[in-house]
């Protein structure tokens, strides 16, 4: 069997609203659950939350965590321990991370199964996202016409 994050997450065509709470911070809703984020002070934000970045950083190394995790269990290894590591840097024109460096430690894991975890956790379903990008599509949305000042 395939291992997948959409059976867990649900339909194909999955929605996300992020609305604007006031200064900086963001109430984003997911299938009924709630996120926030904010900037750090010293962007102007009050650093209430994490940053819409590190929470898609934050996204990438869960995603690797979960492929892992279940990798683990299904091969009868010890989870106890594991842990996804993300580090970045930024670049710039246009302004973006620039590079990710993921570590995943996995005390339980035999060399045996080194190979085979290392294959399944470099095609979770965030990595190959970022390895194979989606079309994204922008649309501005008013339901006024306001006067510039």
Sequence with gaps: MALSNESVMGPEN???RAVHQGGDRLLMTVRGHELYSDQPVDSGGEDTAATPTEMFLAG????I?????RFLRRNGLTTEGLAVTCDYTWAENPHRVGQVNLAVEVPGLTVE??????RVVQH???HNTLL??????LRVLTTQTVSAP
């Excluded at 965590?65 to 995790?69: I, K, Q, S, V």
């Excluded at 199964?113 to 290392?118: G, I, L, N, V, Y």
């Excluded at 194979?132 to 599509?137: G, K, S």
């Design 14 to 16: 999955a929605s996300i």
């Design 60 to 63: 990438l190394a869960g995603c």
């Design 65 to 69: 965590a979960f492929y892992a995790e």
């Design 113 to 118: 199964k080194r190979e085979a975890f290392t």
């Design 124 to 126: 979770c379903t965030l």
């Design 132 to 137: 194979r990008p989606p079309a994204v599509q």
